[in-house]
């Protein structure tokens, strides 16, 4: 009898967000007319820009003659694109080879895929709490994950994991790090992006930096790519995302850098660089040429204004939210340089309870933090996606119903 | 220190396909002026069709106002495409539920995939010669690869895996099977497909049925899906791809059927259904919305009128090239209801052999058979993708310089 991965039992049913969906169904039941304000979507909610709509439509237009007609294009990516990323980086004073850029279709994927070059044997370090892709693919890989708390006593951002000889600490192999956080929206600065290369770097530790929402960082000061960071071409991975960079949610690109000085333990298998291009070029066909024309036009100068001004809407949100639950009386976290206000529930609540709050008092839905890790329970992740108009309005009755 | 995969050790490094195009590099560097002809090509070469790229066009619009903006979709697709698939396989008498259907980039991906949810412990089949990402993906994911030999005097169609008490054989828990076939194009017929449908349910063992080439089928009494045969709910996944079907190599659009008959060993995981859908939203994040608004389109009425067109003509460019082959000598099989033809080498020749003939004397290339397997040797496959007149000039060189 065909026999099953049985680290399937070890994760979660995904139970969860359809959890929060199924409780406000199960409200507006019983409250009929009753309007629902959202403040917890984790999904962009404006436009394309013009730009970048007209790369797309490029890349369609493109198919439809026999001159400009492409199928399978390289696994790797366009090498324009592949190219063009190379000096989007270049921009940012990044060193970046083509070579080292493999493209994608988003960095969910990728994020999961990652595990695949990695012994099961790894130990996985990851935050809690955290984007929860990173455990459950490890998990259903059969690697086991060990967990760096993200509390407010560190302001969010996790420290290197303790060595042995420190105590209740043991050696990983891979640490995920996601800065601009989600779901705190949070941001590691260099000085603690540092301890952590300097960390990987002595215990020959990989790092995979998951950097998808880099461009809503505004302060010069704080690292959107851990290239920026000496030594980090020695130990780790970045992968990026063009999802709430581009509002490319649903057109699906990003890609994944992998240094060509990343060496394997094994020399007889290659490099990093090496094992990740066999990987994905037996098990993934390429992005969509289409979604690659629009991300040629995302990184070009005019696609870069246009797009960066979508996230300064997106960010005068987070502002709106932010100072708005702080003028209610509510002690809330992150959302400067991150889409993502963490919301400390009053009086001890757990999550759950106040969700429940939210949903009753103020007709409004944000995301449960324990949904993120244990770590995350007694918060709430609070969005800043939304049209501006919406976004007012459950600030406003949140204000108004749910004064702390 | 960060420990890698090993069974990367064991996959070859792709430099079979590299070696083709340095073979024909160090020609043409040798013979300036010289112009190749391809029939190597295993890649859509024709515009996709005014109603499809309708619908990718559409795809593009919608994205470019607040009204109709999407972002994420649901992983599994978007509820009318799930839709539209199910009644695309109604049409021919198949019977899915949109809930089985599983909307993603494209069938390369899907069959390297699968894997996950079964246990690496598993033994899996695969014919030999076949596409080599069956092979790969599994020993990637450390599970034992057995072969079913395609040979000339089974038409090229492996029989069932022996049983342990026949002799030499063992138990296999995954068939992987692929009709019309790449590379030989021959296909499956309903009485050795149902052999193994049978020996499936007897064995308790899974069917990875790849239907990627099934438009090309012209004869009625041919399987499209194995679904078509009695029984297979209870044993088979089917993988489809719109790569072949309509052009989208580039776009990048596939499916997976995942009947929720099929149970795991160990009810406690759930059946195999709910097992791949954990799989999806927790590794992929839904195929790009552009493609799936084009494969809306495909699914169309008109959209199959017009891809259908479009498969005639290459299927006329695999009647040239039999014929033309034929004529000139040579035994060749497949590319009635397959875009490839496997064409036997003559005078014994191996593989690398008669590829460097033809290249020398006609100026053609075509890929080594050797290239999917160690029954490929002594084969070549011959592509029907192309523009007529290249075919055409190919199929003249060969005729002209090589007749047997």
Known sequence: MAKINSHYKDVSEGYFFLETTKRAKAFTDSH???????????????????????GLKRGVEKLGSAETYTGYGDEQGDTRLRGAIAEWYAGRKVSVEPAEVFVSDGAK???????????????????DPVYPVYRDSNIIAGKRVVYMPALEENGFIPEPPREPRQGRGEHVDLIFLCSPNNPTGTVITREQL?????????????????????????????PKSIYEIEGAKQCAIEIQSLSKAAGFTGVRLGWTIVPKELVAEDASTGTLNQMWNRRQTTMFNGASNIAQEGGLAVLSPEGQRQTHEQIDYYMENARIIREGLTKAGYTVFGGVHAPYIWLKCPSGLTSWQFFDQLLEKAHVIATPGSGFGDRGEGYMRVSAYGHRENIERAVRSISENMRV
Do not use: M, Q, W
């Not at 994927?109 to 935050?127: H, K, L, R, T, W």
């Not at 790092?207 to 704080?222: K, W």
């Open 194 to 222: 540092k301890t952590f290369v300097e960390y990987a770097l002595e215990h020959k530790a990989i790092i995979v930096f998951d950097a998808a929402y880099s461009e809503y960082i505004r302060d010069a000061a704080l």
């Open 32 to 54: 009929p007319g009753v309007e629902l304000l959202k403040l917890g979507i984790g999904n962009t909610t404006e436009p394309i820009v013009p730009a970048v709509l007209e």
């Open 109 to 127: 994927p990728d994020c999961a895929n990652i595990s695949s070059i990695f012994s099961d044997e790894s130990v996985v370090a990851i935050g």
